[in-house]
């Protein structure tokens, strides 16, 4: 079984100030760990994942993500916010079920940023 | 190749039309998937295919009707849809049989299908 949950709704922050969005995990066997970005009335881009390589995992517009065994995160930062990251950013784990990947989604987050 | 194409990008349809919406890739992939994003919510899932077979059907109304062609083309046949039924309907694909936490599990999203029920 696995499960994702992402601890914010909505988050604020001010242009060039650090992100933060919290992600964390359940899964019975070693998951794959991915971030998605959707823009308002846009597909999903991935920005990111995790498939049991490097712990710190670099993205594309410069977000990166941590994953954290003991502590079942996967929380993902920018150090720096711009305009265009105002967004719906979703965390996603991925799993085998047998002939396909069962991919579970987080329940979103949206993040906001203030000029 | 890591695209996921779906035609059409828009798509507009009364409730007494027959309609389908299609998704392609070409990256040798065996899993492909249709979901339902409604506004402000994460995808759901619909159906799953594998290997060309249906193995998945999340109670989904049998207004929609999942098809499978090829490994490389899935089709979403709409028939007598509700207003209620307008979304954004996203295809993806993955590797058919992959190991847990390897290098091949991602999911490939299209840009999906924006649907409105009139």
């Known amino acids: 079984a696995q499960s994702v949950t992402q601890l914010d709704s909505h988050v604020s922050v001010s242009e060039g100030t650090p992100v933060l969005l919290r992600c964390n995990y359940s899964?019975?066997?070693?998951?794959?760990l991915f971030w998605y970005v959707q823009h308002p009335n846009k597909g999903l881009q991935l920005l990111l994942k995790y498939t049991s390589a490097a712990t710190l995992v670099k993205g594309i517009n410069g977000f990166e993500a941590e994953f954290k065994k003991s502590e079942t995160s996967f929380h993902l930062t920018k150090p720096s916010a711009h305009m265009s990251d105002a967004a719906e950013y979703f965390c996603v784990v991925s799993g085998p079920s047998g002939g396909y990947q069962k991919v579970t989604f987080g329940t979103g987050t949206k993040l906001q940023v203030i000029p | 190749d890591t695209e996921v194409t779906q035609t059409p990008k828009h798509l507009v349809m009364g409730m007494t039309n027959k309609k389908s919406l299609k998704c392609e890739q070409h990256m040798g992939h065996r899993a492909m998937y249709w979901y339902k994003q409604k506004a402000k919510k994460p995808p759901e899932l619909m159906f799953v295919y594998s290997y060309e077979k249906l193995s998945i059907n999340e109670s989904v109304p049998s207004r929609f009707s999942p098809e499978c062609p090829n490994s490389s083309l899935l089709n979403l046949h709409l028939h007598a849809l509700q207003p209620e039924d307008s979304a954004l309907y996203l295809c993806a694909s993955s590797q058919g049989r992959a190991r847990a936490g390897g290098g091949d599990t991602e999911a490939f999203f299209g840009q999906g299908t924006r649907l409105t029920v009139v």
């Open positions: 899964s019975s066997y070693s998951p794959s």
